[in-house]
């Protein structure tokens, strides 16, 4: 049977991220742990990018700078021009508010609340949100946005994540570990809906995994290790989530 792929998306946007010489050091006592060494990258707007490693490469640290959760210890760090490298916490803040969604491994959903109300927390601070409905709608959680997270699954519930991390039209959606504490079918459901937003609203989609199977996915693709970019690949087709090989 032949197989139904995606055409990569082109033209690319525009460049949303200029990283140049990203190093970032842990200091634990007398020892300095080196996270990163010397990153240098460009994303462009709507693309699909995987960051493949194994545990210890330096994915989080990254997807940490590169939403202003953290900063690097030098080198430099660009968003659509606007210079994050030295940026005041004030700054940061506006910026992870206003720019950036974040997908967790865990949910962090408040238990009091349904899934209807959990995004709403997202949308009461916004400029310009959807409303929860339309976001909980995106991710298939029409029937069951009034239900509470007690009552809801796994991917359930990291699906109304992700309908709170995209409520506020972000620019960016930044995915860490997004389907690492659920099964492959569960998983399967949750990057539908990751790959339909960023389909549908062309949002940059960052996901870091260390999955080799989801890499088909995307449109590029990022290997790291020991804190470096030791190889990348463009995908010339991506193929659909269903018929990624796990």
């Known amino acids: 049977m032949q197989t139904t792929v995606q055409p990569l998306q082109s033209p690319l946007g525009s460049v949303v991220y200029e990283a140049r010489g990203l190093r970032k050091v842990y200091q634990t006592g007398e020892l300095d742990v080196v996270a990163l060494h010397g990153v240098d990258l460009d994303f462009r707007a709507g693309e699909l990018v995987v960051l493949l490693g194994a545990s210890g490469s330096g994915k989080s640290t990254l997807l940490n700078i590169l939403g202003g959760l953290d900063v690097p210890t030098s080198g430099a760090l660009r968003y659509k021009g606007w210079d994050l490298t030295d940026a005041e916490e004030k700054t940061l803040t506006l910026f992870r508010r206003n720019c950036v969604g974040f997908v967790f491994q865990f949910y962090n959903l408040i238990p009091s609340l349904t899934a209807r109300e959990n995004v709403a927390l997202i949308t009461d601070i916004a400029r310009d949100p959807m409303k929860p409905e339309e976001a909980l709608d995106m991710v298939g959680l029409t029937p069951r946005m009034d239900h509470f997270p007690s009552q809801l699954s796994g991917g359930e519930q990291q699906r109304v994540a992700i309908a709170r ?23 399967i459901t949750v990057l539908e809906a990751v790959e339909r937003i960023n389909r549908e609203l062309g949002t940059l989609t960052v996901i870091i995994t260390h999955n080799a199977a989801m890499a088909e996915m995307a449109d590029r693709v990022l290997y790291l290790s020991d804190g470096q970019i030791v190889k990348q690949r463009r995908n010339e087709v991506r193929l659909p989530v269903r018929e990624l090989q796990w």
């Open 165 to 187: 991390a995209i409520a506020k039209r972000p620019e960016v959606l930044l995915c860490d570990e997004p389907t690492g504490a659920l099964d492959i079918t569960t998983g």
